[in-house]
């Protein structure tokens, strides 16, 4: 067993990490109260589900457009309506920010 994917971020922010999809990529949880966004969600997987027990799904969040990172989120999407465990998850996808509307939000830097 490897180390906790869960990080806590303070003012009651908390980071979860999850391996998705056949190229292994990063996706993440944002948890804040009983709201909760999804970022990159690249497979469907049951985990993601489980792991927004008594949130309400307020987003989903592409950091881009490749299939290892948009894969799951129309399957995200449709679980979640079927629970009605979301909230503001409707619509067409929208662009929310551009590149460089927002500083600093990097969880890694190169």
Known sequence: MGPDPRLRLGL???LERFIL?????NCYIL???DEA??????????RLLEALEGHRLKYI????????HLGGAGWLK???AKMKRGRGIGGEARL????GE???LRLFSP
Not at 21 to 25: D, F, I, K, Q, V
Not at 61 to 68: E, G, V, Y
Not at 96 to 99: K, P, V, Y
């Open 78 to 80: 449709a679980e979640i």
């Open 37 to 46: 966004a999804v970022i990159d969600p690249g497979a469907e997987d049951e």
């Open 21 to 25: 999809g056949e190229l292994a990529t």
């Open 12 to 14: 009651g922010l908390e």
């Open 61 to 68: 969040l592409l950091t881009h457009a490749h299939p290892d």
């Open 102 to 104: 927002l500083e600093g």
């Open 31 to 33: 948890k804040s109260g």
């Open 96 to 99: 929310l920010l551009h590149r």
